[in-house]
């Protein structure tokens, strides 16, 4: 288990590259198996679950290529699907979530499709059912064996088109029945289709590989399935939740930062969500830049109740960056209500902020209660371990606001989704440094 030792209570003054969008990358390696041509993507972060998805396709034979740093080229001409049947992919696919993501394109090209219990955040119940019910719907045979925790699908006569209206606007259950569905015999009509920046980004991707997606950026994807998908070049957009991550870095430090090439047209309600805390950023071309500022005030609502932020599917604001917004408002001037509606266990983690001095009442396992400090007293340094991805980029943060020098354990959660983030926060002035 690997730590960061953090010396807090240093401003912070830089210019901030976005790595590439982790989910997004994982939802477009795992098209790369809807076609034997070449298929090129740039700006992959070099992140932990990137990688192992990256290792999971090599092992199942495809071709990877690196032609320079997070650009790849993907052959998948000639695959060994006994993989999947392999000890080995059991223990690798049930390493992230991302890796579910392989079942709907094997199962639209090859007729099956296999997966044991993936991994990713421990932060609540993590069903799969979208993603099945909308296999059968499309005529695959479905099992999953209680002992094992191993899914699969059957359609040796191939999949075809139906109309199915999700129970749920799930992301990786969205991207995973459409990239089955674009090869399926007949039209799909997908209605409550989740349309995050990923899935958008995935559709656009697929129909310059030859595939016939209409209604993309909507929850109405109509698909009219075709026989085969070529090759592309596809590029990965910012990282959206990296963004906003910064965001909330450079006010809870008092920093300047200036976040580079954003793609402010697929932040959503990112930015007026981090200014409804008070906090300052301007539009410089297509960069954030983020004065100093010694403090920002919570928003109320018109009528003077205190503000609520809360997650909702897209374009919703992500839940993945409700933690990080939490944080921020210890330090700020009001009270603010984190209503966390999708996962049940993923607000636990303010414990250690309470330990730290934060004002913060948990409320039921979906609902906090924050009341910031204005800056008039800092969070002390600690010691504490990172229980999943955004958890531990929070306390992070935290550690690099408080006064005196923080621990935080379990790092492997944070390099998940952060490229080098240990490096990159060094290089804008954080004192930070990786143990071993
Ligand atoms: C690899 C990847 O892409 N992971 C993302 C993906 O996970 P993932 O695709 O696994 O998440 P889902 O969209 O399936 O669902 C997330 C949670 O929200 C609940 N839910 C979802 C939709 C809905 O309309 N109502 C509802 O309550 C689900 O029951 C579940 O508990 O989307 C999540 C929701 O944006 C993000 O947190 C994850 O970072
Ligand atoms: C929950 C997340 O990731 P995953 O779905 O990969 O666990 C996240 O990125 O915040």
Same mark, same amino acid.
């Given at each position: 288990?690997?730590t ?29 198996l809807?076609?034997p ?10 992140i ?7 290792? %999971?396709?090599?092992?199942? &034979? ?19 699907? @006994? ?62 064996n ?6 699969? #699908?059957?359609?040796?006569? =191939? ?13 990786t259950?969205?991207?995973? +029945?459409?990239?089955?569905? #674009?090869?399926?015999?007949?039209? !799909?009509?997908?209605y ?12 656009r991707?697929? @129909? ?5 997606? $209409?209604?993309? &950026?909507?929850?109405?994807l109509v698909?009219?399935? #075709?026989?085969?998908l ?12 990296? +963004? ?16 580079? @090439?954003?793609?402010?047209?697929n ?10 805390l ?7 071309g ?15 609502? %018109?009528?003077?109740?205190i503000?609520?932020?809360?997650d ?15 944080v #921020?408002c210890t ?6 209500? %984190?209503?966390q ?28 209660t ?11 340094a !600690? ?21 005196? !020098?923080?621990t %935080?354990?379990?790092?492997?959660q944070?390099?998940? &989704? ?10 804008? =002035?954080?004192?930070? $440094?990786?143990?071993?």
């Amino acid at each position: 288990m690997a730590t960061f030792q953090i010396e807090g209570g240093h401003k912070l003054k830089g210019e901030i590259n976005p790595q590439g969008a982790k989910n997004e990358a994982l939802q477009i390696l795992c098209a790369v198996l809807l076609t034997p041509e070449t298929v090129q993507i740039d700006n992959i972060p070099d992140i932990r679950d990137v990688n192992k998805l990256i290792q %999971i396709l090599e092992n199942l &034979g495809v071709k990877v290529k690196k032609l320079g740093k997070g650009s790849y080229t993907f052959t998948a001409d000639n695959l060994d699907l @006994n993989y999947l049947e392999s000890d080995l992919f059991k223990q690798e696919g049930s390493s992230l979530r991302g890796s579910i993501m392989i079942v709907g394109p094997l199962l639209a090209r090859f007729g099956k499709g296999y997966i044991p219990r993936p991994g990713g955040d421990k932060i609540g119940r993590r069903r799969l059912d979208t993603h099945f019910e909308g296999f059968i719907k499309l005529g695959a045979d479905f099992r999953y064996n209680k002992e094992e925790h191993f899914y699969g #699908v059957d359609a040796p006569n =191939g999949l075809t088109g139906t109309y199915m209206l999700l129970d749920q606007a799930s992301v990786t259950g969205t991207a995973n +029945i459409v990239m089955a569905a #674009v090869l399926a015999k007949g039209k !799909t009509t997908i209605y409550n289709a989740a349309c995050e920046p990923y899935l958008q980004q995935l559709c656009r991707m697929l @129909n310059s590989m030859g595939a016939k997606i $209409e209604g993309v &950026g909507s929850n109405l994807l109509v698909i009219e399935g #075709v026989e085969s998908l070529g090759g592309c070049t596809h590029r990965v957009l910012p990282d959206m939740i990296e +963004i906003g991550s910064w965001i909330g870095l450079a006010a809870m430090t008092r920093s300047e930062i200036t976040i580079k @090439n954003v793609s402010w047209e697929n932040l959503g309600l990112i930015p007026e969500t981090f200014r409804k805390l008070g906090i300052t950023l301007d539009r410089v071309g297509d960069d954030i830049h983020i004065p100093e500022q010694d403090g920002y005030e919570i928003q109320s609502y %018109i009528d003077g109740s205190i503000l609520t932020v809360s997650d909702a599917p897209w374009p919703g604001f992500t839940p993945d960056l409700l933690s990080i917004v939490l944080v #921020v408002c210890t330090q700020a001037k009001g009270s603010v209500l %984190i209503h966390q509606k999708m996962f049940e266990s993923r607000l636990f983690f303010v414990d250690k902020l309470i330990d730290m001095g934060a004002k913060i009442i948990l409320c039921d396992p979906h609902r906090a209660t924050v009341i910031g400090h204005n800056f008039e007293s800092d969070l002390k340094a !600690t010691t504490m371990v990172s229980p999943d991805i955004r958890a531990g980029i929070s306390l992070l943060i935290a550690a690099l606001s408080a006064t005196g !020098t923080s621990t %935080i354990q379990n790092i492997e959660q944070i390099d998940r &989704g952060y490229e080098n983030i240990d490096e990159r926060l060094r290089a804008i =002035g954080a004192r930070i $440094e990786r143990i071993a």
